[in-house]
Nanobody, 124 residues
C-alpha cells in the first residue's frame, strides 16, 4: 500500500486549502483513512479520519467545525477540506491508512501506512 499526498501550501489566516491523498494497493475500502499533522517540536496530532467499519468521519477537537474529511472508495482517495485556517494549523500533514477501529481511530500507531507529508503554512 502506498499513499501520495498533495495540496499543501501557504495561506493567510482565515483562508482555505484542500489536501488530497491517493492510496494505491488492494482493499482500500477495508482501511480506515485519516489525516494527522506534526508541527515543529510537537508530536503527531490526530486531525480527522473516516473509519472503515461505518464510513463515518471523526475529528480532532482543534479542527472540528472547520475541517471536513471525505473519502471516495471508487477512486481510492481521501480529501481534507480545511477552512478558517489559523496560524496554529501550520504543520506537516500526513495521510495514513490502516486497520484502525473506532476506539483507536485517533492513534497514529493504528495506521500502518503513511504518505510522505505535505507542508501547510498559515501566516499573514
Amino acid at each position: 500500500v502506498q499513499l501520495q499526498a498533495c495540496g499543501g501550501g501557504s495561506v493567510r489566516p482565515g483562508g482555505s486549502l484542500r489536501l488530497s491523498c491517493t492510496v494505491s494497493g488492494p482493499s482500500f475500502r477495508g482501511y480506515s483513512v485519516g489525516w494527522f499533522r506534526q508541527g515543529p517540536g510537537k508530536e503527531r496530532e490526530f486531525v480527522a479520519a473516516v473509519a472503515a467499519s461505518n464510513m463515518r468521519a471523526y475529528y480532532g477537537d482543534s479542527v472540528n467545525g472547520r475541517f471536513t474529511i471525505s473519502r471516495d472508495n471508487a477512486k481510492n482517495t481521501v480529501t481534507l477540506q480545511m477552512n478558517s485556517l489559523k496560524p496554529e494549523d501550520t504543520a506537516v500533514y500526513y495521510c495514513g491508512a490502516g486497520r484502525a477501529i473506532i476506539s483507536t481511530i485517533s492513534r497514529p500507531s493504528a495506521y500502518g501506512y503513511w504518505g510522505q507529508g505535505t507542508l501547510v503554512t498559515v501566516s499573514s
